[in-house]
């Protein structure tokens, strides 16, 4: 079934272009890796689909409905969930209002002037992170931690959300291989439990090749292949464009 | 009409020319060292007086008008270089507020220098034969000497230009307005360059002072009304674009001849008017870029919730508040009570400058617009107290909605300039419409009613409503809404992309900010019987930031420990000096150096260190 349905995208920067006419699917349940060399439009991609940024031309449909042209707020609300390549968390709180926060916006509960949030969905929140290993940060704050961990924290926000897209761009950088592994293994899962489909971009070729169930390949902002990672490896130009290998 | 037409636009283009003149600088110096400089309407005061003392002792002849002028140039230049030495070196990382807030001290000191080297009196240039020439157009005569002002604008901007596009220097200088990272890498000493670019934007300020002498006379306030006209031009034309205050500065120019003489009372409100359609269209201004932001304030600290000895010298001070009037004698009281309305004003700023993270340099206008609501109830519509009260806070939050919606969508600089050229029009206003607002000599006989008990009554009102605002206003940064608008300035993005709404955090923020400051002005005006255009004024806003600055934006205590010293301090220094702007200049100053976290931020990071 197709969740996320993105039809000859297109977006261009003062008239250079950096994403053009790019169509490609994700199913609900479905792992799909957007792979390409640096400035091939992956995070232009990814800002286009969750409303960061408006498209120049094409459409978006999430569950065969029209968002494009929509803002961020209202795409998340359709659910959504996204993780920034250059983190973004917010540096005033701990790691448990960070996501405290996230359950609060995904339960409609923001416009409350008078009960203290510190209180709310703190369980949620702390059971939320213990899925991600970082229960033991819960209080510290967000500002504090170290790379790896803030991009654990983003994808716990992300998933408070309940989302059932999720977009990450660049998940794992700046971590170690073990973790890697690790997040790349909870994403699968999640995936499969609950049906969530997910894009994600990532440098690192053997958590693409092992993670995904499919991989689209950029290129100078167009789309040069797509397929199973096995066809993918196969791929000539491919692997003369992207696995700097000369077919 | 043809001949009206033309005077006009002679006029305008003369205006402008002396606009372009005072902004020049400014936007020079913004666009290399990102610092905002209040001080440069002083520079541009010390101009004008510096040029009164050197032009009149000049042989009264062309060539003797034009060497005075630029040997004040290169005095104020000289000038604006040691500021930068002495003061600005130090402040380069610290945040944008710091650095305005650091030249508005300046400013303050300035001018009360320059009143004890001039004197108070406004000083007029004497006309010699060839200042006094005039041209006659129609029925009317134009001064020959605003023709030569009208060739100067254009030519000064093509040496800028030329120099910045032509010399070494130049290059080096726009590279650093580009992207200050890359002339670090190139290896260059920014200090230098910084001292010298300061030197430039001031020169220029010295220039415009001392040619405009002709024109207008040399006064002490104008270093603040200057300053406020030079921002405008910048921000319309983009901060640190050149060429975009020059546009900017036609744009004004002309708009103010033609709108004079159209229609009389409208000058301000069109200048405001095409300012914040600028920025609505263009949030960067005319040609302004995205890179020019201000630098960045650095991470904000962790806002944790008040720890228990925290809400025991709360509570202590609460007691003290309430037992205060039977101890203290009728002067304290007024002291406390303003003391308590200064709280209030300081928790509101706080809510919009620290969690929404929107600094504002017109906080006075809900004030003042607070106060002018509740006195034109209670002496226009005879309404009682209580009702005069909730008018003044309707009118300040109406006004602020209506005027958050074009400002929240700004950030920064940009964010607090639109604001502060609001209060100046609000301010205006409340000066030209006499009918209404009484003009300079404001609405008097704004009394509390008999039933409320005198002074004594009047204070624990105000405690309940002030202290008890400020308590509701911190109680709702500590719900949902509070951790939504920190959100929101913490990371942006990140707050949309969890489906929160940014636009309207922070403009219900504003909002609810600009009525509790109304709020409290709507008290002022009951406390002292009377409203005033200064209610309105610069000073006012900056007293907010003071208050809020010096108690530590980060913190939920700042406002608290910041309104209370601040008045303290205020009403000790006014009793104990005539020098009091020279003493509070000098105290800003010491409290940007040495507290840049605020006291209740150094407070805090002594106890959990
Ligand atoms: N906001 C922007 N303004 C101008 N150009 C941009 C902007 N964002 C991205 N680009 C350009 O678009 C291209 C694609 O960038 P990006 O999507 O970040 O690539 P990737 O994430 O694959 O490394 C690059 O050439 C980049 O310079
Ligand atoms: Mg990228």
Redo the contacts between chains.
């Keep these: 079934m197709t969740l996320l349905a993105a039809e000859r995208l297109s977006r261009a920067f003062g008239g250079v272009a950096a994403l053009s006419d790019v169509s490609f699917a994700v199913a609900a349940g479905e792992v799909v890796a957007l792979i390409g060399p640096n400035g091939a439009g992956k995070s232009t991609c990814f800002n286009l689909l ?3 940024l408006r498209p120049s031309a094409g459409r978006i449909r999430l569950d065969g409905r029209d968002i494009t042209g929509l ?3 209202a795409i ?2 359709r659910g959504v ?2 993780s ?1 390549q250059i983190t ?7 790691v448990r ?1 960070n996501v ?3 359950l ?3 339960h409609r ?10 209180a ?1 969905f703190r369980a949620e929140a702390q059971a939320l992170l213990a899925e991600l290993g970082m229960e033991a940060e819960a209080d510290r ?1 967000a ?1 504090v931690l170290a790379y790896g961990d803030l991009k654990r924290l ?1 994808l716990a ?2 998933l ?2 309940a989302p059932r897209l999720l977009l990450m761009d660049e998940p794992t950088a700046g971590m170690a291989p073990g973790e890697r592994g690790a997040l790349m293994a909870l994403i699968r899962r999640l995936a499969g439990e609950r049906g969530l489909g997910v894009l994600f971009t990532e440098h690192d070729m053997d958590a693409v090749f092992g993670t995904a169930d499919r991989i689209l390949v950029l290129a100078r902002g167009t789309l040069i292949a797509a397929g199973r990672p096995a066809e993918i490896r196969a791929d000539a130009e491919v692997r003369r464009v992207y696995l700097g290998v000369d077919a | 009409m043809h001949g009206f037409l033309f005077l006009q636009l002679l006029t305008g283009l003369a205006s402008a020319a002396q606009l372009f003149l005072l902004a020049a600088g400014l936007t020079v110096i913004f666009g290399v060292t990102r610092v905002v400089n209040f001080a440069h309407g002083s520079l541009y005061m010390l101009g004008a007086y510096l040029g009164y003392s050197l032009i009149t002792r000049a042989p009264p002849t062309p060539v003797g008008f034009a060497l005075g002028a630029l040997a004040t140039a290169g005095l104020v230049a000289a000038l604006g270089a040691g500021l930068e030495i002495a003061l600005l070196r130090r402040l380069y990382r610290a945040p944008d507020l710091f650095q305005l807030l650091a030249t508005f001290a300046v400013a303050l000191m300035a001018e009360d220098l320059t009143q004890r080297l001039w004197g108070a009196e406004d000083l007029a240039l004497p006309r010699p034969g060839f200042l006094a020439g005039a041209l006659r157009i129609g029925a009317a005569r134009f001064p020959l000497y605003d023709l030569v002002l009208i060739g100067l604008g254009p030519a000064v901007y093509l040496a800028l230009l030329a120099l910045f596009r032509t010399t070494r220097w130049g290059v080096l200088v726009r590279a650093a307005t580009a992207d200050r990272d890359m002339l670090a890498c190139l290896g260059v000493d920014q200090r230098w360059l910084f001292t010298a670019v300061f030197a430039l934007g001031a020169g220029l300020a010295g220039l415009g002072g001392a040619l405009g002498l002709p024109d207008t006379t040399a006064t002490l306030q104008m270093g603040f009304s200057s300053v406020t006209d030079a921002f405008v031009v910048v921000v319309v034309g983009g901060l640190g674009s050149l060429s975009g205050a020059a546009l900017a500065s036609l744009l004004i120019g002309l708009l103010q001849a033609f709108g004079i003489a159209l229609v009389p009372r409208s000058t301000l409100v069109l200048v405001f008017v095409v300012m914040a359609a600028t920025l609505v269209l263009r949030p960067h201004g005319l040609l302004g870029s995205a890179s020019a932001e201000a630098a960045g304030a650095g ?5 944790r ?1 008040a720890t228990p000895a925290l809400r025991a010298l709360a509570l202590v001070t609460l007691a003290a508040a309430v037992a205060l009037p039977f101890l203290a004698g009728p002067f304290l009281l007024s002291v406390a009570t303003e003391a308590l309305i200064a709280l209030l004003f300081a928790a509101s700023l706080h809510l919009m400058m620290g969690p929404g993270g929107m600094a504002s340099f017109g906080h006075a206008a809900w004030f003042g617009l607070g106060a002018y609501g509740a006195a034109l109830a209670a002496l226009a519509l005879r309404a009682p107290l209580p009702l005069a009260l909730v008018m003044g806070l309707l009118l300040a939050g109406a006004v602020a909605a209506l005027f958050g919606l074009v400002v929240v969508r700004l950030a920064g600089v940009y964010l607090a300039m639109l604001t502060l050229a609001f209060a100046q029009i609000v301010w205006a206003g409340a000066m030209q419409f006499e009918e209404i607002s009484g003009g300079d000599n404001g609405l008097l006989g704004v009394w509390p009613p008999r039933w409320l008990g005198g002074p004594v009554g009047f204070y624990f009102l105000a405690l309940a409503l002030c202290a008890g605002g400020a308590l509701v206003l911190r ?2 940064l ?7 608008l ?2 929101a ?3 942006p ?10 636009t309207r ?1 922070r403009w219900a923020a504003f909002t609810l900010a600009g009525a509790a400051a109304g709020l409290a002005g709507a008290l002022f005006a009951y406390a002292k019987g009377s409203v005033f255009p200064t209610y309105l004024g610069l000073g006012r806003s900056v007293d907010a930031l003071l208050m809020v600055l010096l108690g530590g934006v ?1 913190t939920m205590s700042g406002p608290f420990v910041g309104a209370l010293v601040y008045t303290g301090l205020y009403d000790a220094l006014l009793l104990a000096t005539d020098a009091w702007r020279l003493v509070l200049g000098a105290a800003i100053i010491a409290l940007v150096l040495l507290f840049p976290d605020g006291l209740a931020g150094a407070a805090a990071r002594r106890m959990r260190a």
């Design positions: 969750s409303g960061q803002g961020p707020a998340c609300r969930g996204r920034f973004a968390t917010f540096a005033s709180m701990t209002e405290q926060l996230a609060l916006a995904h509960q923001i416009w409350r002037f008078w009960r203290p949030a510190a709310a704050a500002a983003e926000v992300a408070a959300g | 991470a904000p600290a962790l806002v919730p109680r709702a500590h719900a949902p809404f509070g951790y939504a920190r959100g300035r913490d990371a993005q990140r707050a949309a992309a969890i489906g929160l709404d940014v955090l980060g």
